[in-house]
């Protein structure tokens, strides 16, 4: 005990280095997803489905090329038909990624268990010079 009364600035930075370390496991949905060039190799490797899951809108307005829009409030229903096979890969995209999180949550709960959020959205795409299309 006199250990850590005596060394309490050592015990304080171990507990704040833990802290850091923790914080974005703690942080959950927002850090994580695939990075642009991870999601390349599933689409071209794996052959994993695009789901974008941006309104209708925003699709039109600019989307990966190849993917399927099916809106964030109609995933549940329209997810089994836009991907049939749920072994299959699948990528959930939006704007931004903040839809796609909530959109994982679901696509797992239907059994989807190898989907997955592109980090960043559709923002990120972009940003890596990546094709995009217009409707």
């Known amino acids: 005990m006199d250990f850590l009364i005596n060394n309490w600035t050592l015990l304080a ?15 959950g949905g927002a850090t994580g997803g695939l990075s642009t060039a991870n999601a390349v190799l599933l689409i071209n490797r794996e052959k994993a489905a695009v789901v974008d899951v941006s309104e209708a809108e925003e699709f039109a ?52 268990e190898k989907a997955q959020v592109l980090a960043g959205g559709l923002k990120a795409w972009k940003e890596a010079n990546l094709p995009v299309e217009k409707a």
């Open 61 to 112: 307005a600019g989307h990966i090329v190849g993917s399927r829009n099916v809106p964030l409030n109609q995933l549940e229903e329209r997810l089994p038909q836009a991907v049939k096979n749920k072994a299959t890969p699948v990528l959930l995209v939006c704007a931004n990624g903040g839809r796609a999180n909530r959109a994982l949550g679901i696509a797992k709960k239907l059994g989807y």
């Open 13 to 27: 930075v171990a507990l704040a280095s833990g802290a850091m370390l923790l914080w974005p496991t703690v942080k």
